[in-house]
């Protein structure tokens, strides 16, 4: 029984809140509790946490800036959709299922790779505007596609899992998405990935493979990001390549800001509400009122980022929180922090932009010792 | 004559036409405490910075225990027994003390686990992260951090970062460790407890230490040889008695 | 005769991708941020120049009007959306940007309409010369921008508040401490930046009439990207770029075979050149100091 106590339940919290919402919603759509536009969002729900977990491993924890999410989620969509259009007449539904998200994911991972590579190179700033433009470049290549290979502008045909099931294998899936990521972040691994986050230079002073883990965090978040896209297939009856453009990147990209940098639980709290909203906004808002939900949206995300960051409001956000009100009614210690969180203002390191304006033609100043190389030979 | 840890020959760089270190012949033996100083600019830290890879000398070569190093990266060289702390601290401000030191254990051949063991939670995770925490534990309990190891790393005082830094560096289990002016910032009585520290490191990890600093005390108090710069050359080399009273070091610092 | 018809187009396409350029590579080099809004002033100034144009007819006063309310639209933005995030974490500063396009976008929707509107700013027609054919519009923009990049140049390199803005992006504390009004100068760069948005509205009117509420979303991506390429922060490499990306462009769009792929062969150009000089054509290598 000791192991059993032994076993931090923090740790799996989430699993279990997740797990629990699903069977809930297994519950209600078996009895037939759940309308089909509910189904639909559920599933909604499922892909953006994929997207938003696998991201904020590539954001929260690498604390690389990626700006093209969308476009392996892209890669994942089209190659998986296409494998189960294919595939589909042949094998029968589950298994087509199964290799089409290996195959959706498997892509999307390699292109991982493809873009980790210049990352190796490349400081926060450039890499975030190469990888807006990897997303552009798939987008676009998808996009003038034949009718024949993936559809071109008029989007690839896909099978809709047309079931009640659908939600409930894309949540088993977050589930196991949420164990590899947690897992691989709560280990070794995931302490050098943090320290690259927090400190490159030293990171690599210690010793760090810093090419081998920016490599692996890539390489896992694409992947997770093609399986997002190949349920994304499933879910609509038709893959659009304009859905996926850097606006789509972008908006994966607020949800894990604001579930807070290096928070695998606030990126699924993020996922789950912003969907939530923006379905829920869109049928609140039908007709000549349909055009005030990006406003509103617009207006909430200013004012949440403002209200949370502005260091002249520091004073008053300290003296008024949740974890204040937490820590009333729980004896907490001050000291005890989350292993793997950060506070926003504390990860400045890689995502800076120290680019100075000139206005010489200078193509490289002369203190760079790769250039003396040269010059002493 | 013990064997020699780091062997450097001629070595030196320049950025443009700037010879920022030339001609530096150093022989730092097994168990040395090794001092590099001179006045501001000297060059010393970059001679850090050739030694960890961070720059890549232009000229000359140097050997850790015979091995060439020269033009490695900085992970390699840090495999191979260098490791390092830093003239402006870097600590992985998000993570606790005790995180800090595992960070530096990484590379350790006993604690060897793969991407995969960690990501399915294979039994050889748990028990490789069990024994990295209980060294680090033994690590902070020598530099004295034992109390403090669940604190924010950015949260302890200026001094504790130091002694932090130099237990990350020691988790890597290096042959020589490089400490960029450890007392800086420093009070008198944090810096004779610091002394007191790095003989204890020296001992009872077997290590070699150079070290950068501009306090004298410090240096003649400490060391055992020290080599003193000035604009990237060798002023003087020796016992810091006869070093420090060379004519050129008292000329270079005092001006003449 | 062809080509070089192209080739004109393109450094027309090129100097107005320029010019919007200027405007990310002036905030970004002193302000720190990427300003993901800069796209969508284009679209206000476009809309201005529709309101000015149905009103009173000039597109003159028409470019005037928008110059202004562009400026006056940059400088509040900066004033109350980014302003109080001075100091905080450059992704935070980059949210609220990506939120103030959102809110841009949405209320020129809610304003005007999704539907897209058409400004006939001036048939200017076609000029031949050495048997070339040449669209008067392209000449007009070639020149005009030439001169304005021209006058920004000189203006950074010479005046005071030029120098003091290089002050500010080499370093913002050493700048005050000169006494520099690091607060000043920035809201100057976001008026700057935003008056050289207006002017590329009003060509990109000129090129095609059609206006709607994402009219400066793609064009604004593309110069940030040729911003990019020509090294950000450098004023010289943000003209480069964006002549560069204008030539590419034009080229590419006469090629059928190739000429759907047009974005993507202009992000692949950025990639690859990110890959031999990984801060761009006229970046400044910037070392971090160990």
Known sequence: MSSFNSIKWKHYANYIAVAAFTIVFAVLSLVGGLKTSDIYMLEKIAIAIMLAVSLSMVVGFLGELSLGHAGFMCVGAYLGG?????????LGEVPTLLISLLVGGAVAAIFGVIIGLPALRLRGDYLAIVTLAFGEIVRTVFMNSSSESFGGSLGLPTPRFDKNFLFIIAFVLVLGCLAVTQNLIRSKHGRAITSIRDNEIAARATGINVTKYKLIVFTVSSFFAGIAGVLYSYSNFTIQSTNFSYNYSIEILVMVVLGGMGSINGSIIAATLITFLDVKLQTILTGNLAVLQDLFYALILILIVIYNNAPALKGFREAHNFKNLFNKFKKHSPEHIHDDEAKWDRVPTKINMDEVLSVDIQVSSPYTPDKTDKEDK | MSKVVLKTENLGISFGGLKAVQELNLQICEGQLYGLVGPNGAGKTTVFNMITGVYKPTTGKYYLDGEDLTGKNQ???NHKGIARTFQNIRLFNNMTVIRNVMVGLHNQPEFKCGVFASMFRLPVHFKTEKAIRQRAKEI???????????????NLPYGKQRKLEIARALATNPKLLCLDEPAAGMNPNETADLMEIIRRIRDEFNVTILLIEHDMKFVSGLCDEITVLNFGTVLAQGSPDVALNDPEVIKAYIGG | MKFIETLINGLSMGSTYAMIALGYTMVYGIAKMLNFAHGDVIMVGGYMIFVTMASLGNPILGL????????????????????????????AVLITAI??????????????????????????GNVKFAGLTVPVYILVTLGCSMVIMLVLSVFVKYTKTGRAMIAVSEDKGAAQLMGINVNKIIMITFAIGSALAAFAGFFML????????????????????????????????????????????????????????????????????????????LGKKRREKV
């Open chain 1, 82 to 90: 296409k494998t189960a259009a294919v595939l589909e007449p042949l």
């Open chain 2, 75 to 77: 992970e390699a060289i």
């Open chain 2, 140 to 154: 902070l309990r020598i530099v004295g951090l034992a109390e403090e190891r669940n604190t924010l790393s950015c």
């Open chain 3, 64 to 91: 005037l009007a928008a110059v202004v309310f562009c400026v006056a639209l940059g400088v509040t933005i900066e004033k109350i959306a980014y302003k109080p995030l001075r100091g905080a974490s450059p992704l």
């Open chain 3, 99 to 124: 939120g103030v396009s959102y809110l841009l976008q949405s209320t020129a929707q809610i304003i005007f309409g999704s539907a897209p509107k058409m400004v006939n700013v001036a048939d200017l």
């Open chain 3, 206 to 281: 000129m090129k095609s009439p059609s206006l709607n509420n994402t009219l400066g979303a793609m064009p604004g991506i593309k110069a940030f990207t040729a911003a990019v390429i020509g090294g950000i922060g450098s004023i010289p490499g943000a003209m480069l770029g964006g002549m560069l990306m204008g030539v590419v462009e034009a080229i590419s769009l006469t090629i059928p075979a190739i000429a759907p792929y047009t974005d993507a062969i202009e992000f692949l150009i950025l990639i690859v050149i990110l890959l031999v000089r990984p801060t761009g054509i």
